[in-house]
């Protein structure tokens, strides 16, 4: 096998913010041989394929952006999609990243080639090879739809809110939301107002905790731009609170009442009415379920026009949904807040390292990898916010980022060496998985809750159970101890 000769040639899986951040950071350190393949007809990610009302980052933008690219200009505290989206297409073009996107391009499948140490891959649109291989497919970028009986005898308009129907008008419209997620407690308060009725379909409710959104004033933008600083500050600053957040999920979980006092008194300062009040409170721990961050969502509960039910959904029927009770509850348009099939990581592409074994059969059934980045067998591999790197709280861009820097450690020392691959020993994969597994246990996600974290097993392949100062610290360097040079 030849060693990589020069730069390494660099393919990378998906154009979110995981795909053009890696192309970035790579170009900022001279790389060139960068070709990024996304599957939509636009770069974005989750920005670009979440278009519903009232949709924005639930992380306040300084913190959710980059951290080179740090952007005084945001319109409020917690930025819009649209302007996410716009942020990181002008992210794309200013660093060079934009040309070496391959829009519309579905990669299928990745082969490492043993013979000549290269990634091959099958895509949509004929094969390419690459010495080394970055996939930033998300973790939310594959809608679940949940099997529903009925669901496909609706006769109205039915989509998912990551497939938001523009052209379906809903001025007036008797309108059913099945699931109360981040999506849904953002989109319900922005549609309530224009919609006849509102149902909102509920299986178990989630804390939340105030929001606090606001607008950016001029004068504010101003003294971000004129002092860089503030805004490095600020940043700072909301990521101490979230470390904050993070251990009270994690390894400090006294950490938590204050949260759950604070959100119960979110609900019962807009609710009065006990029966509502019941159905919204949780009975999990604050943290088991994603903690949701809201302004607005008890106070449209209240509307006149809103019913939270939260009888069982027996069946869809061609006008309406049944309860498990019998009652049908007529509906024009029917919208899907169900979340994602968060943890197929790579899916529905098949990657196969040494001796053909592919990364399904690596995994068995447990998405596994060393510091969510690294899997043995899969030579210059490098995964983006792969298995383990999602959290309780903390901005996706930051653990992104670091998962990227670890990935160029690992480039530039097969550079620096003249290796032809840089490959993590099983027996590193194999101390790091006993490790993140016994912390694990101690965390609020494995107290019982339904979660998009923890399988029917009980595994969780999703969260990483420490702070992200960690995170960021060991992705920083490649340990000669854990990888081999060959
Ligand atoms: C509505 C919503 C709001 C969110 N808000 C926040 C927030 O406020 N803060 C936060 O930290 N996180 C948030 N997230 C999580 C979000 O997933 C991350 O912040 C981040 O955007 C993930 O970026 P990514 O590039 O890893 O994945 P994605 O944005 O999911 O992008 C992956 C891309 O890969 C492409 N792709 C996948 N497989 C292939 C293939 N085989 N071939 C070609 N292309 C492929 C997909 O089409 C997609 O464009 C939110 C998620 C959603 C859905």
Redesign the pocket.
Known sequence: MGAVRGQPSVAI?????????AAVMLRREGYDDITV????ER????????T?PG?????PSH??EFSFAPNPDWSRR?AP?AEIQAYMEDVARRYGVLERVRLG????RATFDEDRGRWVLE??AGTHEADVLV????????PSIPPIPGLDEFEGPAFH??EWRDDVELDGKRVAVIGTG??TI?TAPAIQSKVAQLDIYQRSPGWTIPKMDFEYSKRAKWLFRRFPILQRLDRALIFGFMELATAAVTSQRWLGRPFRAIGNRQITSVIDDPELRAKVTPEDEIGCKRMMLTDDWYRTLTEPNVELVVDGIDAVTPHGVRTANGAERPADVLVLGTG?KSQGF????EIAGRGGRTLTEAWAGVPKAYLGATVPGFPNMFL??GPNT??GA???????ECGMAHALAAIKKLEQTGAGTIELRPDAAAAFDRELRAALADTVWQTGCTSWYVDEAGNNPNNWPWLWSTYRRRTAEVDPQAYELA
């Open positions: 899986v998906g154009g979110g913010f995981g795909g053009i951040g393949f996304e599957r939509s770069i974005g990610g989750v920005w670009q394929a979440n519903y949709i924005a980052c639930d992380v913190l959710y917690y999609g391009t579905e990669v299928e895509t949509s996939t930033a497919c998300g973790q939310l970028s594959v809110t990551a981040c999506s953002q994602f790579v899916a529905p592409m983006l916010y999602n959290g903390g901005s996706v861009i930051h653990t992104l």
